[in-house]
């Protein structure tokens, strides 16, 4: 990962992937309390379900993903916390570069995150809910759903791909 954070702090980034860094350690409390930066967001982004969103332990990645992009200006999908409803936000493309909203399928739905990079056979996503955190984690490509670009006024020269080694563990069921 160290890899991956030395080259974002080289380049000038996309401002969601700026939003999602400033969260980046964001982690939720185990047991029967709550980190209130999590549960916040819910009101913070005006999410209709923010009544029924007042747990960290209830999946949180398009919880994440919606305060990064109203962060960023962007315009939030309905029903932002269903992972699988990212796969409407901004422009589908077929190639994943920095910054793009990785939508993947997993056991019992779906996980939503920020394309930071690639192997061969992974992407490295920066996303919420990753081990109960925000986090840079692997995800096998074999479970995309689907990418989808932002809109830019003017994209940043470092939306490209960023192609790295395997390195870390590979998640196979973010929560």
Not at 156 to 173: A, C, F, M, Q, W
Request: glycine share 8%; net charge positive; charged share 25%.
């Amino acid at each position: 990962m160290k890899e991956i954070l030395n080259t974002l702090k080289s380049i000038q980034l996309p401002r969601m992937i700026r939003e999602a860094l400033a969260l980046l350690g964001t982690t939720e409390i185990p047991g029967s309390k709550s980190n209130q930066v999590v549960v916040n967001w819910a009101k913070e982004t005006n999410i209709k379900d923010d009544d029924w969103y007042n747990n960290d332990s209830i999946p949180w990645c398009g919880l994440f993903m919606a305060v990064v992009a109203q962060r960023a200006e962007k315009e939030i999908p309905k029903l932002p916390l269903s992972a699988l409803s990212w796969a409407n936000f901004g422009n589908k493309v077929s190639d994943a570069m920095l910054g793009d909203v990785l939508v993947f399928k997993r056991k019992g739905g779906g996980h939503v995150g920020l394309y930071v990079g690639e192997t061969k056979t992974s992407y490295y996503v920066l996303g919420g809910n990753q081990s109960d955190k925000v986090s840079i984690t692997r995800i096998l490509k074999d479970r995309l759903f689907s990418i989808n670009r932002p809109t830019y006024n003017i994209m940043p020269e470092s939306v490209k791909k960023y192609i790295y080694t395997d390195r870390g563990v590979l998640s196979n069921n973010e929560q």
